[in-house]
């Protein structure tokens, strides 16, 4: 599942640049780039928050991994 993490930390990153830009400087790139509400910067937006979702898994599995 190595190679999930890194997509999950891979889309979490693209958020929180994406989240960056708006807070900055109010500029959304996912609209720009897809469109506004567009079907296509919907899934981008899912894609991230299920990213963000799965990596709260890494609380635990990084506490184990410490355990001795």
């Known amino acids: 599942m190595k190679w999930m993490d890194y997509i999950a930390l891979t889309l979490?990153?693209?958020g929180a640049v994406v989240w960056g830009l708006i807070g900055l400087f109010q500029y959304n790139l996912v609209s720009f780039l897809f469109?506004?509400?567009s079907w296509l910067s919907r899934i981008i937006y899912d894609l991230v928050g299920l990213a963000g979702i799965y990596l709260i898994?890494?609380?635990g599995r990084v506490r184990s991994r410490n355990v001795i």
Do not use: Q
Request: charged share 10%; glycine share 12%.
């Open 35 to 37: 469109g506004e509400n």
């Open 12 to 14: 979490a990153i693209v």
């Open 57 to 59: 898994t890494m609380y």
